[in-house]
């Protein structure tokens, strides 16, 4: 009866932190900059208890960017485990892009809290566009070698973010299209140039 009781009560605070997540990202969305009391009143939650999910909205904010990425690529179409490297990395750099897009206002929200420097109390998030890259270019890492393989993630993890739209969009003045286009081209240029035939040195 206890652990039934505990079980229910884990699931109650997944279902509370889903919501404080899902009310944040439809507030921003709407070019709001929410605080934490602000995202609590929208999910029908006491402000107390949002306060024990997020202490700071820059907190917050971070969370659920992250988690609406990690959802979306989660539910992205795979990519063949055969497929050539330059293809996997052009497709999985324009999965990530695309969902940027979709959800721009989020993620300049995001890059907006992220450019004010790391919050001392919030666990470091960064890497998860590296993880991503590294399982799906796994193959690879042998047939280029180690130091190879970690300067293709930190070129590639360059087009895959919040950061490669605003300066094809901000800067060059590109639409949509143009930056996926771009993007794509940039990644299969890197991967050819890091291949042993390329004669890159390593």
């Known amino acids: 009866m206890a652990g039934q009781s505990e079980t229910g009560r884990v699931r109650q605070k997944q279902r509370t932190r889903r919501l404080l997540l899902a009310s ?3 507030l921003i969305a709407e070019g709001r900059s929410p605080s ?3 995202v609590a009143d929208h999910a029908g939650i006491s402000r107390s208890s949002a306060y024990r999910y997020f202490s700071t909205p820059e907190a917050m904010v971070q969370e659920a960017v992250l988690d609406s990425l990690a959802q979306e690529l989660d539910e992205a179409a795979p990519i063949p485990p055969d497929a050539p490297a330059a293809e996997t990395a052009e497709a999985m750099v324009a999965a990530v892009l695309r969902m940027v897009l979709r959800n721009e206002a989020l993620f300049r929200a995001y890059l907006g809290e992220a450019v004010k420097g790391p919050d001392a109390g919030a666990p470091r998030r960064a890497g998860r566009r590296v993880e991503w890259l590294a399982r799906a270019l796994a193959p690879l890492r042998s047939e280029i070698g180690e130091q190879a393989f970690e300067r293709l993630l930190r070129g590639l993890s360059l087009l895959a973010g ?7 969009r901000d800067v060059c003045g590109l639409e949509d299209e143009g930056i996926e286009a771009t993007a794509r081209w940039a990644a299969r240029a890197l991967v050819q140039a890091s291949l042993p035939a390329a004669g890159y040195p390593g």
């Not at 919040?162 to 094809?168: F, H, K």
């Open 162 to 168: 919040i950061e490669t739209v605003v300066v094809l």
């Open 36 to 38: 934490v009391a602000d």
């Open 24 to 26: 944040a990202r439809a």
